[in-house]
Nanobody, 126 residues
């Protein structure tokens, strides 16, 4: 079992930056792929970014590429999502998720992930 807790959400104005954290606990020693997803009101949850356990490989949704950066500190069991140039359409509940089977080729699919955090709200005002 892996437990995930997101933090760092809040209310910001368009153009601002915000950093999210995803702290993991439990059976983390074997490594896992971590993904960030988001769900806006009335919409389905969508992929944002993912990172391999090694941290050397990342993938982003087209809508956030160049503005968001995913990174991880395995010593701290924490994955980060730095969000810059935020826009109102980035408003959503952001979730992190872990895939202990490390199926990188499926990292953009939410069904690939076994463990999810509770989510943190990000609201961007215009």
């Amino acid at each position: 079992q892996v437990q995930l807790v997101e933090s760092g959400g809040g209310l910001v104005q368009a153009g601002a930056s915000l950093g999210l954290s995803c702290a993991a606990s439990g059976r983390t020693s074997s490594g896992y792929v971590t993904g960030w997803f988001r769900q806006a009101p009335g919409k389905e949850r969508e992929f944002v970014a993912a990172i391999r356990w090694s941290g050397g490989t990342t993938i982003y949704a087209g809508s956030v590429k160049g503005r968001f950066t995913i990174s991880r500190d395995n010593a701290e069991n924490t994955v980060y999502l730095q969000m810059n140039s935020l826009q109102p359409e980035d408003t959503a509940v952001y979730y992190c998720a872990a895939d202990p089977r490390r199926r990188w080729f499926l990292s953009f699919q939410e069904t690939n992930y076994d463990y999810w955090g509770q989510g943190t709200q990000v609201t961007v005002s215009s």
